[in-house]
C-alpha cells in the first residue's frame, strides 16, 4: 500500500529573505515523489498568552500539524536562543499532543547555527515528539548559500536537505508499516 506523505513546515523567522525559508522551499523541490511538504507562516500567531482561549489562527496551525504525518522545523539563531515567534508557536502547542510521537526533524541555516537547536529539542521532548537525530542539518554562514533571488544554491546543503527528507520520510513510513513502490 502506498500513500502521500504528507509534511508541515514552518521556520522561526519571519522574515521574508530568510535563509530558512530558503531552505524550506529547496525541501519542496527536493522530497521523494511520495511526498508533500505545505510550508506554513508562523506570522499570523500572536504571542503566546496563557490566560488567553487559543486564536482561530493557532486553531488552524495546531490542525495542520495534527493531520500531518511529519514536521520539518527549519530555524535561526538569535544570539543562543530560539526566535520568539518559534517560541510562542509551541508554547501554544503545548496543551495538546499533536506532537505526540509525531516525526518531527529540525535544520537551521543562519549566520551562525548551533544552540538554539538544543532547546527547541528539548522543548519538543515535552511534547513528546519523535525527534530524528540523524542526518543533523545546521549551516552557518548562511549568506553564502542563498543567493540574490533568496534561492537555496549550495549543491551540497541541497543533497544535505535531501538525505534529511529521506530520513523523515522513512521514519513516517517505519511508523506505518507502509510500503513504497
Not at 530524528?132 to 533571488?149: C, D, F, I, R, S
Request: proline share 4%; net charge negative.
Amino acid at each position: 500500500m502506498s500513500s502521500t506523505i504528507r509534511i508541515i513546515g514552518f521556520t522561526g523567522s519571519l522574515r521574508e529573505e530568510s535563509y530558512n525559508k530558503a531552505a524550506l522551499s529547496a525541501a519542496q523541490e527536493l522530497l521523494p515523489a511520495h511526498a508533500e511538504l505545505e510550508i506554513l507562516s508562523l506570522a499570523d500567531l500572536p504571542p503566546y498568552e496563557e490566560a488567553l482561549a487559543k486564536p482561530e489562527s493557532v486553531l488552524a496551525f495546531c490542525e495542520h500539524i495534527a493531520r500531518a504525518d511529519a514536521v520539518l522545523i527549519a530555524t535561526p539563531e538569535y544570539k543562543g536562543l530560539l526566535s520568539n515567534a518559534l517560541k510562542s508557536a509551541l508554547q501554544w502547542t503545548e496543551t495538546s499532543d499533536i506532537f505526540s510521537h509525531k516525526p518531527v526533524a529540525v535544520m537551521g541555516i543562519g549566520r551562525l547555527s548551533g544552540t538554539e537547536h538544543v532547546q527547541l529539542r528539548a522543548l519538543l521532548s515535552a511534547q513528546h515528539a519523535a525527534l530524528l537525530e540523524q542526518p543533523v542539518l545546521y549551516v552557518g554562514e548562511g549568506a553564502t548559500k542563498v543567493n540574490a533571488e533568496g534561492r537555496l544554491v549550495d549543491a551540497e546543503i541541497r543533497q544535505q536537505i535531501q538525505s534529511l527528507l529521506q530520513a523523515l520520510v522513512a521514519r513516517v513510513e517505519d511508523a506505518k508499516g507502509m510500503l513504497v513502490g
